[in-house]
């Protein structure tokens, strides 16, 4: 099944509907377990609990709470544990009295070495940057020191996901029952996330506009291959309208990636014809879009030009009832030309990095990126895969897929046009433009992490993995 990120407050309504566990404190005690477990395995790794060393720092609010009871618990288990309060007249009074009976001490300042700290200053209704005296604490410790937050990192906004400046970089964070929408959308200031059950279910209420990613598992389930009755076009003839006899990289990158990704059929239009043929010979290429033949899905754009021509080739393959990917120089070219995907009847797929994205917007991406694809999408009503280390793919209904890349090697040359590639086959195979956009970039940063192992790579290297990626996902 697909993962549910949720809002603040569908995640507090969650929690609401514990009822008795909520208000009796239950859901407290598990959360702080949760956390207290986080840290053990952590010091463990490090040679055991005893006598380690771990600092709490302490918000207001259910969230300090947590934290207190959390480091009362490790206190009983041995640790010499102290606690710095940034709000002592509005700490959790039932987490700093057992914090304090378990031995747990507050303090002015953390020591100047500390194994592990918990980062308990604000939760999921914190807004804006780190406070200076929590920024100052923060700012203390020594490079290594394991930082474990709770629920998510302070200082990085529960819905949007915005890292302000200053916030916690968490090396863990430990959080409950279901993920936040920042647990992707800032997932690289999360560190490894572990999610708790503690009794909340929010998987019955839902509520629309719900941001998901794609497990490889649900990713495989969908990857195309073919049955016993397929023949190659019944698998999805894609037609690829990219680069140029002067620049043919784009042309091979995009094409061979359509190749790769399903066992279907895949066309070729422009000058770069015979570059293509070369390096795959099992492309049908042609100069003249009249001479392409049918097919079940288009990608235009990729090194193909912003002249009169590529124009009125865009508007041809628009004007099509096929799905179509606009990509690189088209997106510009549609900036220009809204009117030619607005309203058009058949499925539209965009996939714009962020200065691409603020040439159809006519103004920079926002910070809040998840606002601002949503909005896109559902003001031209098409589907819009705004790129990044996160990607996002939204459809014109608000439902967004979001995937994580876990690095970015693959931000480098060309290897958008191998992304536009993998998703236009997928769409030519009957995959919906958000799902084939959410599997295209999953199995797009699988083929990056593969081929780079540590070291920079270049396009060519992340078409080579690409096979490989795509036969780990389809089993996993």
């Not at 200053?121 to 940057?129: Q, S, T």
């Not at 698998?235 to 140029?244: E, M, Y």
């Not at 097919?295 to 990729?302: D, L, M, T």
């Amino acid at each position: 099944m697909p993962v549910c990120h949720l809002t603040a407050d569908a995640i507090r309504a969650a929690e609401s509907a514990t009822g008795d566990l909520l208000t009796g404190g239950t859901l407290m005690q598990r959360a702080a377990h949760a956390v207290a477990q986080a840290v053990v395995a952590e010091l463990d790794a490090r040679g055991g609990c005893y006598g380690r060393r771990v600092g709490l720092v302490v918000g207001a609010g259910d969230n300090g709470g947590d934290a207190l009871f959390a480091g009362g618990r490790l206190a009983r288990r041995g640790a010499d544990v102290e606690a710095v309060l940034l709000a002592p007249e509005k700490a959790h009074d039932a987490g700093l009295a057992y914090f304090r009976r378990a031995g747990g001490r507050v303090v002015d300042a953390l020591a100047a070495r500390v194994d592990v700290v918990i980062d308990g200053v604000v939760g999921i209704g914190g807004r804006g940057p780190l406070r200076p005296p929590a920024a100052a604490a923060f700012a203390a410790l020594e490079p290594g020191t394991c930082v474990v937050s709770v629920d998510l990192p302070s200082g990085v906004d529960a819905d949007t996901g915005v890292v302000h400046d200053p916030a916690v970089a968490a090396d863990i964070t430990v959080t409950f029952g279901v993920r936040r929408n920042a647990h992707l959308l800032a997932a690289p200031q999360c560190g490894r996330i572990i999610v708790a059950d503690i009794g909340i279910r929010a998987d019955d209420a839902v509520p629309p506009g719900t941001l998901w990613s794609l497990t490889d598992a649900e990713i495989g389930r969908r990857w195309p291959v073919p049955g016993p009755h397929d023949d190659k076009y019944t698998q999805g003839v894609v037609g690829i309208i990219a680069g140029s006899h002067r620049y043919p990289g784009a042309a091979v990158l995009c094409a061979g990636a359509a190749v790769t990704t399903t066992s279907g059929m895949t066309r070729y239009v422009g000058s770069a014809h015979a570059e293509v043929v070369g390096r795959w010979p099992e492309v049908v290429a042609v100069p003249d879009l009249a001479d392409a033949g049918r097919v079940q899905a288009w990608v235009v754009g990729p090194g193909g030009g912003t002249d009169d021509a590529a124009l009125a080739t865009l508007r041809t393959v628009l004007a099509t009832d096929v799905p179509v990917l606009v990509d690189a120089d088209a997106l510009t070219l549609l900036a220009g030309h809204p009117e030619l995907v607005v309203g058009r009847g058949a499925p539209t797929l965009l996939t714009p990095h962020a200065g691409e994205f603020g040439r159809l917007r006519g103004t920079r991406l926002p910070d809040d990126r998840l606002a601002a694809v949503t909005a896109l999408a559902a003001d031209w009503g098409v589907t819009v895969l705004l790129k990044g280390r996160i990607t996002l793919v939204a459809g014109p209904d608000g439902i967004v897929y979001g995937n994580d890349a876990g690095s970015s090697w693959a931000a480098t040359a060309g290897a958008g046009d191998v992304l536009s590639g993998i998703a236009g086959a997928l769409l030519a195979a009957g995959l919906e433009p958000r799902i084939a956009g959410a599997a295209a970039a999953r199995v797009h940063a699988h083929a990056a992490a593969r081929a780079a192992r540590g070291a920079p790579i270049g396009a060519s290297n992340l078409l080579a993995a690409l096979r490989e990626a795509i036969r780990a996902i389809r089993v996993s």
